[in-house]
């Protein structure tokens, strides 16, 4: 552990000596970029970018070659970027000052959107730099990040049955989550989320037959439901099956998509096959928070209503968290004016929405300042990489949203935070306390 002490380590170790990139796939069988940066010392870090299915409109761009191989997915120009571009301009830098490293890429990239380089490149790059410096320290990712103070482990939130652009069914809200909130330690919380998962499973099979069990993009179940209450009802069933106690143990989080069913030119949102106005979905959310035990509603508007969602949060935000994902995409500037707006109380937090861990670090400070709740999230499509689960330990994000306790991708994270927890001298797990503030 030398970077605690004060022995003489010269700054040589740190210097870049690689960075190299390759293809390989996400969950969804899609390319996606690997990149690997090695220090003089020969400290490794490699990370993968993640890629999103229900994308915000002012995200980072994906890098994509089109033309016919991979259905146009493929990432041979985003890989060549980094191979080329990028590896040459970071060579020798110090691989500890990660500002310097990450602004210089958006200073190559020149674009707004990172369209030149690739978000994808970018961010792959800006993570393994991060991880080649723990590496080389002899350290975790979190300790680098945080220090001694990062000793929170994130409150889960699962998404445990999947709907809208994550599934075929017709369940127009994207996700619906657990929050398992009533447990002093992290292991205890995804064991009951666990349990109650498996309930589901036996309450789907029964309801609705075996095809129902089939996972979504995120390992939540993808019934044929139809309506929002039909999937709520069921999560509330199965964590009493479970043996908890709805909202007091096990609470309930929606995160609707709804640019996804939002139709601008009539300014509606396609609900069940009606049409609501904004007002009638914010008397429709109300009614949901009334009915069941919720503590958390993302993207509950489509992505350019700032005044709408500064009037949910205004109705709603003494009671749960609104949470700000599409509207923001992690993008400081954009969170800024929802910040000004008072558009929300709570922000999703997702690395390669805005590509590189400079601004996604600046994004979560601003919040905090702000007494702002950050959820640090996965993507729909995902890789084995772990690193959101030490961003969010590194940082005392507080909240994370990492899918189902299924498919490999989702449940490398959880067993991440389960050994990080064992790794802690003394790991805190807030639970409820996520929640309880008044905003
Ligand atoms: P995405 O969805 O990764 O497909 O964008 C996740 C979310 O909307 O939170
Ligand atoms: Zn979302």
Request: net charge negative; aromatic share 8%.
């Amino acid at each position: 552990m030398t970077y605690y002490s004060f022995t003489a380590v010269p700054d040589e170790i740190f210097k870049i000596k690689t960075v190299r990139a390759r293809m390989v796939l996400d969950s969804r069988g899609n390319p996606t970029v690997q990149v690997m940066v090695i220090t003089e010392a020969g400290g490794v870090g490699i990370a993968n970018a993640p890629s999103g299915a229900s994308t915000g409109k002012h995200e980072a761009v994906e890098l994509r070659d089109g033309g016919k191989e991979w259905h146009g997915k493929g990432v041979s120009k985003a890989v060549e970027n980094v191979n080329t571009v990028i590896a040459e301009a970071l060579k020798g830098m110090d691989v500890r000052n990660q500002r310097e490293i990450d602004m210089k890429m958006i200073e190559i990239d020149g674009t707004p959107n990172k369209s030149r380089l690739g978000g994808n490149a970018i961010v792959a790059t800006s993570l393994a730099v991060a991880k080649a410096a723990a590496a080389t320290l002899e350290i975790p990712l979190y300790l680098y990040l945080g220090g001694k103070y990062a000793d929170t482990l994130p409150v889960p939130m699962l998404n445990i049955i999947n709907g809208g652009a994550h599934a075929g069914n017709k369940l127009d809200f994207q996700e619906f989550m657990i929050v398992p909130v009533g447990f002093k330690k992290f292991r205890d919380a995804i064991r009951a989320a666990v349990e109650t998962y498996h309930e589901l499973k036996k309450l789907l099979k029964q309801k609705y037959g075996p095809s129902a069990v089939n996972v979504g993009d995120e390992g939540g179940y993808a019934p044929p439901m139809e309506t929002i209450r039909e999937a709520l009802d069921a999560l509330v069933e199965a964590i009493k099956a479970a043996g908890y106690e709805p909202g007091k143990d096990i609470a309930l989080a929606i995160d609707a998509a709804s640019s996804q069913f939002y139709d601008e030119k009539r300014d509606v949102y396609l609900v069940e096959g009606k049409a609501y106005k904004r007002d009638d979905m914010i008397r429709l959310y109300k009614e949901l928070v009334e009915e069941y035990p919720i503590v958390s509603i993302e993207d509950p508007l489509y992505e350019e209503d700032f005044e709408g969602f500064a009037e949910i949060t205004k109705a709603l935000g003494n009671k749960v968290l609104i949470v700000g994902d599409d509207i923001y995409t992690t993008n400081p500037e954009r969170f800024r004016k929802g910040i000004e707006t008072g558009s929300s109380n709570a922000i999703l937090v997702k690395v390669n929405q805005i590509g590189t861990l400079t601004e996604t670090l600046e994004v979560i400070k601003m919040a905090h300042r702000k007494g702002l709740r950050t959820i640090i999230s996965h993507r729909s499509g995902e890789t084995e990489d772990t690193t959101i689960a030490d961003i969010a330990v590194g940082f005392n994000a507080g909240l994370i949203k990492t899918g189902a306790p299924a498919r490999g991708e989702r449940t490398a994270k959880y067993n991440r935070l389960l050994e990080i927890e064992l790794e802690l001298e003394s790991p805190y797990y807030p639970g409820i306390e996520m929640f309880l503030r008044r905003f």
